[in-house]
């Protein structure tokens, strides 16, 4: 069964002795909302809030806005591009206006490059009001104080206390949600617990497959290294474990703004082996040499530049190393992070400087590289790790399969998605009979679909003014389609305008008046229901 957690009444009561004992410190002044992670979703929450009227403080871990919109996913997941409406579609028109475009009707008019994209995040928190703070990270244990099932304030790890009238968790991590006692889970479902047909442990798949029955033992008849011990699950089980995350690489092909790809530190090639053998039988069952697209998918953006994001059966997708990051402490967080980016410094260096590897491969790999103008202060990789799921509450509304593909309808919509049901693989395990396979893999079109209110909302009976945008309640199923940035950005700006309902007539999160979200968020361009997205036509 997946698991379950809430931090739970005792977790709870000790963070409130605690915070009221801490260092005798003064309380901070309330403020209306305390946004936690500086993600897309983050800043669309906090500018959401401001247009409504609210004082809003947007708290970010890190040093960077936009999350993964700004950290190397410039190719943007859009399915059914006409549904994104609201302030995400204002976002993405400023992105375009910087390359000269005025309209958003068609799909690379929609891509632009991160430093542009962070400059716009930047311009909207400081013209909307919004305060940031930078490099404020909760406080790993004890940083959340609850009180009669009402966030009260939150503590980061420098001592400050940050209260507020409502909270909202837009990180990809889910920790302030976590330590407000919030049900959660993660990993995958079964089949019989939601009646989804496309959950658990899946069964032949070809997307980033090994076209070949390929060996998953070398010469010595060891494993390779990237191969997990079989055998695989029954189809349908129901496991702890998560897709692959990757970095979306932003390269370039500019000689003026080309830097080679340096040695990395660490560097091990002998992690490459089964990567190596591929290389070696490809030519025999392809009938030509390999080339950059077999290995990576690189989507051309403004200014020579491509988001090279994984493809394959071996690439960017670090497969098998996620599985321990949701429930992981920050330090073993932060281990995980760094090993994936040496796994992928080192996929490259490898493919551009290794003698087994083909020269006509090398020769196009090294005809990009890391781009002078982004990145700069993480050597010019990307700086946020593709957490494509993690913890996922489990609050008043669990979305499914079923509100993808069947009951596409809903009364409390706040947005709407459209693009696939879209899991990266989650494991590469030795077969019975010898052969490695991938597993995991979910690629099945959806049509545009409404998603709930009550999605983002915890269950009333645990936290009333708390609202989750990103670590949203769904299945892992419906989570593979919703978790796209463009529907993280339009939830973010329901929330901000739900903030300031709740705050306005003194109500739960649970209790505002749908009509009246409704209303404002059409007010601003939101498209809500699919009679609209059918009247606004293919853009």
Same mark, same amino acid.
């Given at each position: ?32 909302? &305390?946004?936690?992670? !500086? ?36 190719? @943007? ?51 909307? !009001? &919004?305060?940031?703070?930078? %490099? #404020? ?47 959660? @889970? ?13 959950? !658990? ?151 551009? @400087? ?51 593909? @069947? ?31 991938? #597993?995991?893999? &979910? #690629? ?79 007010? %601003? ?15």
């Amino acid at each position: 069964m997946t698991k379950f957690r809430s931090v739970g009444f005792l977790a709870v009561m000790a963070a409130l002795l605690f915070s009221t004992s801490l260092h005798g410190q003064s309380d901070a002044e309330t403020t209306d909302l &305390v946004v936690y992670g !500086g993600t897309a979703s983050g800043v669309m929450t906090a500018y959401s809030a401001a247009r409504e009227g609210l004082h809003v403080v947007l708290l970010e871990p890190g040093s960077h806005l936009g999350g993964m919109v700004t950290g190397g996913l410039s190719a @943007t997941d859009l399915g059914h591009f006409r549904i994104i409406g609201g302030y995400a579609r204002e976002f993405y028109m400023k992105a375009a206006a910087h390359y000269g475009l005025t309209n958003l009707d068609r799909r690379e008019n929609w891509l632009s490059e991160p430093h542009v994209d962070e400059e716009i995040f930047r311009a909207m928190v400081k013209d909307s !009001g &919004v305060v940031v703070h930078f %490099h #404020e990270r909760l406080r790993e244990k004890l940083g959340v104080v609850v009180r009669n099932k009402k966030v009260v304030s939150l503590r980061t790890e420098d001592g400050r206390k940050w209260s507020a009238r409502i909270f909202a968790d837009c990180s990809y991590e889910g920790d302030l949600m976590a330590q407000a006692g919030v049900s959660y @889970t993660w990993g995958r479902e079964g089949r019989e617990q939601y009646g989804e047909y496309l959950a !658990g442990v899946r069964g032949v798949t070809t997307g980033h497959q090994f076209g070949w029955p390929m060996s998953a033992y070398d010469a010595d008849h060891h494993l390779y290294r990237e191969v997990m011990p079989g055998p695989l699950a029954p189809e349908g089980t129901a496991d702890t474990k998560v897709q692959a995350y990757n970095y979306r690489l932003i390269l370039t092909q500019d000689p003026a703004d080309k830097l080679p790809f340096p040695k990395p530190e660490g560097y091990d090639p002998t992690r490459f082996a089964l990567l190596k053998e591929y290389m070696k039988e490809f030519p025999e069952h392809r009938g030509r040499p390999p080339v950059v697209h077999d290995f990576f998918n690189p989507v051309r953006i403004p200014n020579h530049k491509a988001d090279f994001n994984n493809n394959g059966p071996v690439s960017s997708d670090y497969i098998g190393h996620s599985w321990d990051f949701p429930e992981a402490s920050y330090a073993d967080k932060a281990k995980i992070t760094r090993d994936h980016l040496l796994y992928t410094e080192s996929l490259v260096y490898f493919i551009a @400087t290794d003698p087994s590897v083909p020269a006509s491969l090398r020769d196009e790999m090294n005809s990009w590289g890391l781009p002078r103008d982004e990145f700069g202060d993480t050597k010019h990789w990307p700086n946020q790790l593709y957490i494509r799921e993690g913890r996922r509450m489990v609050g008043e509304y669990v979305m499914r399969q079923a509100d993808l593909q @069947t009951d596409r309808m809903k009364p409390d919509s706040i947005a709407m998605g459209s693009y696939n049901s879209d899991s990266h693989n989650i494991q590469r395990v030795a077969n019975l009979d010898g052969t490695v396979t991938n #597993e995991g893999d &979910v #690629e099945v079109p959806v049509q545009p679909y409404e998603i709930a209110y009550r999605s983002m909302i915890p269950q009333r009976n645990e936290v009333q003014n708390l609202l989750v945008p990103v670590c949203l309640s769904a299945s892992h199923t419906a989570y593979s389609s919703v978790r796209m940035e463009p529907q993280y950005m339009m939830i973010g700006q329901a929330a901000g305008v739900a903030a300031a309902l709740a705050i306005a007539k003194h109500s739960p999160v649970q209790e505002i008046s749908i009509a009246d979200l409704q209303a404002r968020l059409r007010k %601003h361009g939101a498209i809500l229901h699919l009679s609209q997205e059918h009247a606004a036509g293919e853009n």
